[in-house]
């Protein structure tokens, strides 16, 4: 209990001052850490057993205010029963239906149900693909001259100062795993753009998604010689993540679900990343990928719309509080 204690008081603390600041959004981030941290240790102190209980409280308004929130844009983006039922597993009304598969589906956010559990699609299946392949040798010129340049590659993973700590397997600010972005949360990013503008003209003629806030993102994706990224789930299951590969070591591979493959220069891979996947580069020189995102090819366009109004009403969300998962 003692180790837990200063972390508890600190977390509720910090919840606290969001609160008072009138960030709701942060203030629930911490309140539910808080209350994380404290389930199932014995002997705590009244006052923080009373401070937990108003956390308590505070997150379960939370939910109550959210869930009208997501109803009334889902409501208005009008697209139909999938989407309701995947409006219904978000917020805990519907329980996730797994299928009985050895790696289903597990977005660590949103789930669509109905999706088929495919770890990868076929790049044939995709028109635009020939185009953007034809582009590798110039989008590899650029990316070698970003490296030559010595361009701030940052750690794929990085914290919030405004969120708990929530470190991923150990690579939080880790340089083995870098990124270099043209498009980050849905924004080009001008300054970037203007250094690799034969990459901006290839993306653009790709139809990327755009879910709210979240998407597009396009960056070079940097794995160091021995990185490994281990298993994991993205964020949602709506979309399909694409690699083009641009500088490729012998050894590397990709795993998604109970599949494996080896990059190839120039060959998009197209994968389902909401199923469990890891990547390792065991060569002793850089592994870099062109990696964006793209829809599901199984969304209708009422119901990609009515999943981007979803995250629209997620990041837009300034109620008196916040929802309990931070989004």
Not at 39 to 56: C, K, N
Not at 160 to 177: A, N, V
Not at 214 to 235: C, K
Not at 274 to 290: C, G
């Amino acid at each position: 209990m003692a180790g837990a204690e200063p972390e508890i008081r600190k977390l509720l603390a910090q919840g606290r001052d969001y609160a008072k600041a009138g960030d709701s959004r942060a203030a629930t981030s911490f309140f539910t850490a808080a209350l994380r941290a404290a389930a199932g240790t014995a002997g705590l102190p009244a006052p923080i057993v009373a401070d937990l209980r108003g956390a308590e409280a505070y997150v379960r308004q939370a939910a109550a205010d959210y869930q009208a929130h997501l109803e009334a844009a889902v409501a208005a983006a009008a697209a139909g029963s999938r989407l309701d039922e995947a409006l219904a597993i978000l917020l805990g009304r519907k329980p996730l239906y797994l299928p009985p598969v050895p790696y289903p589906q597990r977005p660590s956010v949103f789930h669509f149900p109905g999706l088929p559990q495919r770890p990868f699609y076929d790049r044939e299946a995709f028109d635009w693909v020939p185009r953007l392949e034809a582009a590798t040798a110039a989008i590899r010129g650029e990316v070698e001259a970003l490296l030559a340049e010595g361009a701030d590659f940052r750690p794929y993973v990085e914290g919030e100062k405004d969120r708990p700590q929530r470190d991923f397997h150990g690579l939080q600010g880790d340089p083995s795993w870098t990124a270099f972005y043209l498009w980050k949360n849905g924004a080009f990013l001008e300054d970037n753009g203007a250094r690799c503008p034969r990459t901006v003209e290839a993306m653009r003629q790709v139809p990327l998604s755009r879910i709210g806030s979240r998407t597009p993102s396009v960056l070079f994706s940097l794995l160091r010689p021995g990185a490994h990224i281990p298993p994991h789930h993205g964020m949602l299951n709506a979309r399909l993540i694409c690699h083009l590969p641009l500088i490729v070591p012998d050894g590397g591979w990709l795993r998604v679900g109970g599949e494996t493959r080896a990059w190839e220069e120039g060959r998009l891979v197209v994968f389902d990343d909401s199923i469990e996947h890891e990547a390792r580069n065991p060569a002793d020189r850089l592994r870099v990928v062109l990696l964006f995102d793209i829809w599901r090819p199984e969304l209708s366009e009422p119901e990609r719309r009515g999943v981007s109004a979803i995250f629209d009403a997620i990041d837009s969300y300034s109620g008196s509080a916040a929802p309990q998962q931070d989004a």
